[in-house]
């Protein structure tokens, strides 16, 4: 039985990573941090077949001994402050959690010799203000956030211990990722969110930032199995996961007012509040790298992964 150890378990990705996992027959071991009281929403349905090592990013001891308890033979780094808006206000902590907390665990994986395959979630936000489009494994950075910023030194300090240490270790590049369990503090969730609670009278405006901001938005359950996909090759290497279409958030808006018949432009309020002090205009991924070296290719299109984060939350808001 093969073994594997995910940090940022009880995530979006973590979610649908471990229920992967487990329909391939893994033992999964989940990192639990000692300090927070875990929320375990996204994965209630399969906690009991997960093993839990309490243990912290940023404590490498902690770390050490995790890698030492669960034995993996692949290692999924999924843990991050990981709301870029958030990481304005807190960029101290961003740095040590999403960069610094990289280097930890792989170094925790150098201390213990482990020969496990690691993987590292990097980020299209590594692109920031894109330099060329569509972005592939070759485009240079150019992150315009502390966020971004992090991903990028973890990104190549995961490149360095591949290099320098002969680590089996890969970085996934996702563009963005969506589901019905995406935080309420991402855009997509806000907004659908929004218009369940309003279709059901629940709520009266939906107020937001910037609705020109491009994306390239795809299903979360597709690019876990990218990530999987990575650690089964012979050699380790860098991969961009995307679905080579971009939509702009108004897009998005409009498709989720559409499906539950209303005109968006009767609930939407634009805020300078919710804009961001250095904007991403465009993000667009080139996966043909990973198409076809992983045979990966996404399976839900923009407009069903829309409708099912609406139909989620209507569920969730209906008596």
């Not at 993996?72 to 040590?96: C, H, K, M, R």
């Not at 930032?209 to 994306?215: D, I, M, T």
């Not at 968006?264 to 043909?288: N, Y």
């Amino acid at each position: 039985m093969k073994r594997a150890f995910i940090t940022g378990i009880t995530g979006q990705d973590g979610s649908y990573l471990t229920e992967l996992l487990l329909k391939k027959g893994y033992k999964v071991y989940g990192l639990k941090r000692r300090t927070a009281t875990p929320n375990y929403e996204n994965i209630k349905h399969i906690k009991n077949e997960i093993e839990f090592i309490s243990g912290d990013l940023t404590d490498v001891s902690s770390l050490v001994e995790a890698i030492q308890f669960s034995k993996p033979d692949e290692i999924y780094n999924l843990g991050a402050q990981s709301f870029v808006g958030d990481s304005w206000s807190q960029p101290i902590l961003t740095g040590e959690v999403t960069a610094l907390g990289v280097t930890n665990l792989l170094e925790a994986v150098r201390i213990t010799k482990s020969e496990a395959r690691f993987y590292q979630a990097s980020s299209s936000e590594m692109f920031g203000k894109v330099v060329e489009t569509p972005q592939k494994e070759t485009t240079s950075f150019y992150p315009r956030s502390p966020y971004g910023v992090a991903k990028v030194y973890a990104h190549w300090i995961t490149v360095n211990y591949r290099e320098s240490h002969n680590l089996y270790a890969c970085s996934g590049i996702l563009f963005n990722h969506e589901s019905p369990r995406r935080g309420i503090e991402f855009v997509t969730r806000k907004i659908t969110d929004g218009v369940a609670k309003i279709k059901l009278g629940l709520q009266k405006e939906l107020r937001l930032g910037n609705l020109e901001a491009k994306r390239d938005w795809g299903f979360a359950g597709d690019y876990v199995e990218a990530m999987w996909l990575m650690l089964q090759q012979d050699q380790p290497d860098d991969f961009v996961i995307a679905t080579g279409l971009t939509h702009t958030v108004k897009e998005f808006v409009e498709t989720a007012f559409q499906h539950v018949g209303l005109n968006w432009e009767d609930f939407v309020v634009q805020d300078p509040k919710f804009m961001r002090p250095a904007e991403v205009d465009l993000l667009l991924g080139d996966s043909t790298k990973a198409q076809k070296i992983l045979g990966w290719k996404p399976k839900v299109s923009f407009e069903e992964l829309v409708k099912m984060m609406v139909e989620s939350d209507l569920e969730r808001y209906s008596p």
